[in-house]
């Protein structure tokens, strides 16, 4: 029996990679990096860019719980971004994924599609 079906157009992140270069890493990121992200989540110019409104003010208990539930979700992706000569945490990120159902593209799709 099959606990979980996956459209095969998707990527599985349930295996959380990390990517790292001389001058950054990307990791997943998890609850233990909750004191360097909390004043991104407070400023709110990141939050109007990023499109991270809320309703009120931070519940940092229903936060640490969101960060510490990242490593069982199959379908995102979330990262944060390390400055390795310091190991500090300079920002969070999570790859663009399209909604719409036109995605992966196909060799079927044109430019009028777009």
């Known amino acids: 029996m099959v606990d979980h079906v996956r459209d095969?157009?998707?990527?599985?992140f349930l295996s959380k990679p990390s990517l790292g270069g001389e001058q950054v890493l990307l990791r997943?990121?998890?609850?233990d990096?909750?004191?360097?992200?909390?004043p991104?989540?407070?400023d709110a110019e990141t939050s109007r860019l990023t499109g991270s409104h809320d309703d009120g003010?931070?519940?940092?208990?229903?936060?640490?719980?969101?960060?510490?539930s990242r490593r069982q979700q199959d379908d995102r992706l979330d990262l944060a971004v390390v400055?390795?000569?310091?190991?500090?945490?300079?920002?969070r990120s999570?790859?663009?994924?399209?909604?719409?159902?036109?995605?992966?593209?196909?060799a079927t799709r044109t430019a009028d599609q777009d």
């Open 8 to 12: 095969a157009s998707r990527p599985d």
């Open 28 to 31: 997943p990121v998890t609850a």
């Open 33 to 38: 990096d909750m004191p360097a992200l909390m």
């Open 40 to 42: 991104m989540l407070m």
């Open 57 to 68: 003010p931070l519940d940092e208990r229903r936060i640490h719980a969101w960060y510490e």
């Open 83 to 91: 400055e390795p000569a310091t190991g500090s945490i300079v920002a």
């Open 94 to 106: 999570r790859p663009w994924q399209p909604t719409d159902k036109l995605w992966p593209p196909t």
